[in-house]
């Protein structure tokens, strides 16, 4: 059987517990928000999968105190509600749907939801295994990645095969371009997925049947073509210029260069860009519109490659295509692929992606025998070796201890006003009253005695 599985990823800009009270229908259900724009969204699809990625939940110095707990709770109540009563409601003769929490792993300001449709799935899932890597200096987790591997049997009594799922934040600002090729060098070496039980065999990213690299890469334009600020569509846009001006900004695109000169992203590959506006840096509270501090940029992407993958599809002119050569149907397909301007809670527009898994041509009796991906293909290097246990131990609790002797002392500046005077004064004035008591008592005691 064929798998839809619905792919999004969005930087909240810090405001994450703010998205709890927005309308989130237009990010995790664009089928309702349909337009002229949009003619090919798949209408009445209800996918097998969701795999929701978000970076920058929260502001950092609850991240690094590791205070996300609140959060991560309310926003999946919040957004399993919503995928339920959707797909009830557009299923045939409104038959009762539900999606339930498969798996969901946070780290830093990074989360990672994956949704399953039980009608769909049930009976087919295997046991998730997750992992989470602190990516910024000393293993620090504002900069990080985190991950789902989930078995799944494709065919009725076998064809089992594995789905990877990676949410992930790489370094800011232009020049730090090497190092984001270096995080992802290292997201492939180090964000490694170990079962409960210590004789498992673990796996590296790459060893799997389908991965999917959501987040925000960070990776810019070099130049603006002609020094022109892109925009979102209109309906009565000259269609033809709009392409050919934001393909000119997709061959300026970083991540594509680099990935054209193997130093990074080898074997996975994406949708058209050409069909939305760079999603970054955008005005707070704005539909349309780009600050000018930064170079627009497609820095929030959704990447992935399957087993079945044929060579032609990595070919030069596939890499320097804003779109890859169609795959007739034998392996996976991209089916819708967009972002949201809607959403103006932050700087950062969201990207989705509907693929559709072609159904599997195999028979692996078990998920330790499902088909991996082939190797990168030329100019791309292998896949470096995983990182030794100990060392990835050791540099977990390192930034596990730098996240909380960093987060905490931070969140008692902001308790006592930084950031915030009035809040601060309240707070200094009750935290003087209490030490003003406990001083008159412990004097008026020393007197006495």
């Known amino acids: 059987m064929s798998l839809n599985i619905f792919l999004t990823t969005w930087n909240t800009g810090l405001q994450g517990s703010k998205a709890q009270s927005q309308d989130l229908t237009s990010w995790l259900l664009p089928v309702l928000h349909k337009t002229a724009i949009d003619p090919e969204l798949p209408s009445g699809q ?3 999968i969701y795999a929701i990625a978000v970076q920058e939940l929260l502001p950092v110095h609850l991240a690094l105190a590791g205070l996300s707990g609140p959060v991560l709770l309310a926003l999946t109540d919040r957004i399993q509600s919503l995928l339920t009563s959707h797909a009830t409601s557009i299923s045939p003769e409104k038959t009762k749907e539900r999606y339930h929490l498969v798996s969901r792993v946070s780290h830093g300001g990074n989360a990672l939801w994956v949704f399953a449709r039980e009608r ?6 295997g046991k998730p295994m997750k992992a989470t890597l602190g990516l910024f200096y000393g293993g620090m987790g504002n900069k990080g990645a985190v991950g789902v591997r989930l078995p799944i049997q494709r065919g009725e009594k076998a064809g089992w095969e594995t789905l990877t799922f990676v949410c992930t934040h790489l370094e800011a600002h232009d020049h730090n371009l090497p190092r984001r090729n270096a995080q992802y060098q290292s997201i492939l070496s180090s964000l490694i997925f170990r079962a409960s039980d210590p004789l498992a065999t673990p ?11 959501l987040g925000d890469l960070n990776y810019r334009l ?3 073509p002609a020094g022109v600020y892109p925009r979102e569509a209109r309906q009565d846009d000259d269609v033809l210029q709009l392409e050919k001006e934001r393909f000119e900004m997709v061959e300026l695109d970083t991540l594509r260069i680099e990935q054209r000169e193997g130093r990074a992203f080898g074997g996975l590959r994406e949708g058209d860009l050409s069909r939305f506006a760079p999603t970054y840096k955008r005005i707070v509270g704005q539909v349309d519109g780009y600050s ?4 627009p940029g497609y820095t929030d992407r959704i990447l992935f490659a399957s087993h079945s993958d044929p060579p032609h599809l990595f070919s030069p002119q596939a890499t320097l295509s804003p ?13 819708h692929f967009s972002s949201t301007p809607e959403l103006t809670l932050s700087d950062h527009k969201p990207v989705h992606a ?24 030329s100019p791309h290097g292998p896949i470096p070796p995983p990182t030794p246990y100990e060392v990835l131990l050791a540099w977990k ?3 596990t201890v730098l996240d909380r002797l960093v987060g905490w002392p931070w969140c008692l500046l902001v308790l006592l006003g930084w950031g915030d005077t009035r809040a601060g004064l309240g707070v200094g004035a009750f935290v003087a009253m209490v030490w003003g008591v406990w001083w008159t008592g412990l004097w008026s005691g020393g007197w006495s005695a």
């Open 46 to 48: 209800i996918p097998d």
């Open 120 to 125: 769909t799935t049930s009976g087919r899932l």
């Open 203 to 213: 796996y590296q990213p790459y060893e799997t049947s389908h991965l999917f690299l």
């Open 222 to 224: 070099v130049r603006l």
């Open 292 to 295: 000018r501090k930064r170079i």
């Open 323 to 335: 779109q890859p050569p169609p795959s007739g149907g034998e392996t996976t397909s991209i089916w």
């Open 354 to 377: 509907v693929i559709e898994l072609a159904p599997a041509a195999h028979s692996a009796p078990a998920p330790h025998l499902a088909p991996v991906l082939a190797p990168p293909p």
């Open 397 to 399: 609790v390192m930034g």
